[in-house]
Nanobody, 118 residues
């Protein structure tokens, strides 16, 4: 049973920082491209940051220079370090595991709420 377990969300003031964690089970972490998405109320889910199949990283323009995706292969965990947070970063953040082949399933975490407010 594949699971993506997220943690680290919460309430933070503008300009603050949070680090999200996503622990993956099984061989998913080694074979899949891991990433983070977010969905704000009334908006579509969007890609925030992800590792590509080649191991490089990809960020949505609005978070470049503020967010960093990283991974710890020994712990099967991917992180999203979020600095200089803005109210518009408020959303539910989802961990995502994108399969190397389209015939394989894609996996999502349960989501963790990030609220940026004073």
């Amino acid at each position: 049973q594949v699971q993506l377990v997220e943690s680290g969300g919460g309430l933070v003031q503008p300009g603050g920082s949070l680090r999200l964690s996503c622990a993956a089970s099984g061989s998913i972490f080694r074979l899949y491209a891991m990433g983070w998405y977010r969905q704000a109320p009334g908006k579509q889910r969007e890609l925030v940051a992800a590792f590509t199949g080649g191991g490089s990283t990809n960020y949505v323009d609005s978070v470049k220079g503020r967010f960093t995706i990283s991974r710890d292969n020994a712990k099967n965990t991917v992180y999203l370090q979020m600095n200089s947070l803005k109210p518009e970063d408020t959303a539910v953040y989802y961990c995502n595991a994108r399969p190397p082949l389209r015939t394989l399933p894609e996996y999502w975490g349960q989501g963790t709420q990030v609220t940026v407010s004073s």
